[in-house]
Each structure stands twice: as structure tokens, then as C-alpha cells.
């Protein structure tokens, strides 16, 4: 099955809230790579690759997120795959 490679942004209430650990665990449960990080300007960022429908899973999931997240808008690019292999939480950039 082909690999896809997204980047998102995710803005509204999405930091202090566990977004993070939340992202990795449901990437990590749909057995996506990438990567997770909070953003100076508040938002937060997430890479990941996988099979298609695993990678339309975490994007609808992330429109979402955890119970304390407020979530207002997800901006879907596009990327790369990198290579990476499992996921993980990076530092805020």
C-alpha cells in the first residue's frame, strides 16, 4: 500500500490541554511515523506517513482531539515522507 505524507496545523485551544500525547497516541494506534510539536504562535504541528486511510483517520480525529482541546481549524498540506519510523513528540519550534 502507497505511503502518504501530510502536515497539519492545528489551531484553537490546543496546547495545555494534552494535545500532544493525544496525537501520538491515536498516530501511534493507527501505526503512522511522524512527529508532533507545539508552535511559538500557539498552534500545533503534526507530520505523519502511512497508508491512506490510516493518515484520513488521524486527520479527522485531529479536527477533533482530546476532551479539553477546543479545536478551530486544521490546515491540511501535503509532504514529504521522511523516512521516520514511529512517533514522536518534538520540541516547540
Keep these: ?12 485551544r490546543v496546547q495545555g ?6 496525537a501520538r497516541g491515536e498516530a501511534l494506534a493507527l501505526g ?8 511559538t504562535d500557539g498552534a500545533v504541528e503534526l507530520a505523519a506517513a502511512g497508508p ?10 485531529c479536527r477533533i482531539g482530546p476532551s479539553a482541546a ?3 481549524t486544521v490546515e491540511r498540506h501535503d509532504a514529504e515522507d521522511a523516512g ?5 513528540e518534538r520540541p516547540t519550534a
Excluded: C, H, K, T
Design 52 to 61: 491512506g486511510p490510516a493518515i484520513e483517520q488521524l486527520v479527522q480525529a
Design 1 to 12: 500500500m502507497d505511503r502518504v505524507a501530510i502536515r497539519l496545523i492545528i489551531r484553537g
Design 32 to 39: 503512522l511515523d511522524g512527529w508532533v510539536r507545539n508552535r
Design 17 to 22: 490541554v494534552g494535545y500532544r500525547w493525544w
Design 84 to 88: 521516520l519510523s514511529g512517533f514522536q
Design 70 to 72: 477546543q479545536v478551530d
